[in-house]
């Protein structure tokens, strides 16, 4: 099984950064660890908790707060939720909803993600 994980500069309404992104088709939200939007942005708090199930049978984290990130995947400038999640094992994971919403594809052949720039573009009328 081939996994793809990329650093991504993320823009947040302090700063950017880079992160090291995983691709997880199998995770339905985008995800960042809480200590990585330091210097990036401030987090939001939820209306409601939600429970995020993991892996483990039964095992829930509690998510309170979530952040909105601008985000480059080669040159192209997307953007989108993320949700802090304690303890995530990644620095930052794009979820399934943001694949499909930007069209993205992940090409394990070559290790990276791919965006048609014409998908991104913002259309003015």
């Not at 990585?36 to 708090?45: F, H, R, V």
């Not at 509690?62 to 094992?89: A, H, M, R």
């Amino acid at each position: 099984m081939s996994i793809i994980k990329n650093p991504l500069l993320f823009v947040g309404s302090k700063g950017e950064k880079h992160l090291y992104t995983l691709y997880d088709s199998g995770a339905n939200l985008s995800c960042i660890h809480p200590d990585q939007i330091e210097g990036l942005c401030d987090a939001i708090p939820l209306g409601r908790t939600r429970l995020m199930g993991t892996a483990s049978e039964g095992h829930f984290i509690e998510i309170k707060e979530w952040v909105l990130l601008e985000f480059y995947i080669d040159d192209v400038l997307l953007s989108d939720e993320f949700l802090l999640v304690p303890g995530l094992s990644e620095e930052a994971i794009i979820g399934a909803a943001t694949m499909q919403k930007w069209r993205i594809k992940l090409d394990f052949e070559h290790d990276r993600a791919i965006v048609d720039p014409k998908v991104a573009k913002m259309q003015l009328v």
